[in-house]
């Protein structure tokens, strides 16, 4: 079925260290990835996106990197600081479809 | 930058209460969403929206209706409040592609 998920619930780094969060998606509909970054007692917030027809996007301290033939999205945080603690979404979505399917989080542990 | 506002961060409700949350958005965005967050559940979605007076169910709108009368603004009515539906709800809107979220509702019901 259509589903998003994380591979692992928890992750917990020290600061300064890259961090790889890591999802795999079901429907090879899908066209177009979106990571959500959700911090406690906020809504989710817009942090990078990629659409199907690329396989690496960067942004600032961010990449993420898209596997298509074996349906998984990573997002890697280069040199992880503590207010990148937080929960980390993925989310897909189909050319024909309106709403986001999310997986259930990544929850990402700074310690300095 | 978008905004997305909600009418109000924390609730408190009695069962069998009618609610209403509200959602605003800036950016004449077509589409507007309802979420509700649960742990170990994540973000499951209630209803959506992709233009005035249009309204499509998501995975689970039971106990729920929603309604669109402006492009701006996306309610959430849950006709008697449960207890079932205590929970933190999030709003959302988008034109065609990502979406940008409200910093939610935390709704309690007693």
């Known amino acids: 079925g259509e589903s998003v998920g994380l591979h692992l619930p928890t992750l917990s780094v020290q600061e300064g260290d890259n961090s790889i969060i890591n999802c795999a998606y079901s429907?090879?509909?899908?066209?177009?990835f979106i990571w959500y970054k959700q911090e406690s007692g906020k809504g989710p917030q817009f942090i990078i996106d990629?659409?199907?027809?690329?396989d690496k996007r960067q942004g600032q301290r961010v990449t993420v990197l898209l596997n298509k033939t074996v349906k998984h999205l990573s997002l890697q945080i280069a040199a992880t600081q503590p207010g990148d603690s937080a929960v980390y979404f993925c989310?897909?979505?189909?050319?024909?479809?309106?709403?986001?399917?999310f997986g259930k989080g990544t929850t990402l542990s700074v310690s300095s | 930058d978008v905004k997305v506002t909600q009418s109000s961060r924390y609730l408190v409700k009695r069962t069998g209460e009618k609610v209403f949350l509200e959602c605003v958005q800036d950016?004449?965005?077509?589409?507007m969403f309802w979420y509700r967050q649960d742990p170990g559940l994540g973000l499951r979605l209630i209803y959506f929206s992709y233009d005035v007076k249009m309204k499509e169910k998501g995975d689970i709108p039971e106990g729920y209706s929603v309604s669109r009368e402006k492009k701006e603004r996306f309610s959430l009515i849950l006709e008697s409040a449960s207890t079932n539906q205590t929970s933190m709800y999030l709003c959302?809107?988008?034109?065609?592609?990502?979406?940008?979220f409200g910093p939610g509702t935390r709704l309690t019901v007693l």
């Open positions: 429907n090879s509909a899908s066209d177009y």
């Open positions: 950016m004449d965005h077509e589409n």
């Open positions: 989310a897909e979505k189909t050319q024909a479809g309106t709403a986001l399917i």
């Open positions: 990629i659409r199907s027809n690329m």
């Open positions: 959302a809107s988008s034109l065609r592609l990502g979406q940008f």
